[in-house]
């Protein structure tokens, strides 16, 4: 099982987004090294919907740059379930670009939001551990 590192304050951030984005599906990339997300960089969704979220292509390239710059790259993907669990999808399954991925999902069905994260490769859902750092 994979693991994902990640702040509180981080955490926070991408919930945060979700709950700004509600009743939409709100979307972003994690930017760090391999297992540690060092920063959260939201994104439009340009789906603009409850259901699906399509990344928005030139917020994924400013993302892009400024992981660089920050001498790190783009480990995985983030965005919100506003009404089913924190769990992928197969939309989420069939549009998972790369397995090396954390593919974080931060559930608005219950009371408190819930945050998981999970690996997907070649179809295949492994869930990771979320350690707070």
Do not use: F
Not at 13 to 22: F, K, N, P, V
Not at 36 to 50: G, H, Q
Request: with cysteine.
């Amino acid at each position: 099982m994979g693991v994902l590192k990640i702040s509180r304050e981080l955490i926070t951030r991408m919930i945060s987004h979700a709950l700004d984005e509600y009743p939409l599906e709100a979307c972003g990339l994690l930017g760090g090294d391999a297992e540690v997300a060092k920063e959260v960089y939201p994104a439009r969704n340009d789906a603009a919907s409850a259901r699906v979220y399509t990344l928005n292509p030139l917020d994924h390239l400013r993302a892009d740059r400024a992981a660089e710059a920050a001498g790190h790259g783009i480990i995985g993907v983030y965005h919100s379930h506003t009404h089913s669990e924190a769990y992928p999808s197969q939309t989420d399954v069939a549009q998972a670009p790369d397995p090396g991925w954390h593919y974080v999902l931060v559930s608005l069905k219950r009371r408190y939001p819930v945050v998981r994260s999970y690996r997907i490769e070649a179809g295949t859902i492994v869930e990771e551990d979320v350690v707070e750092l």
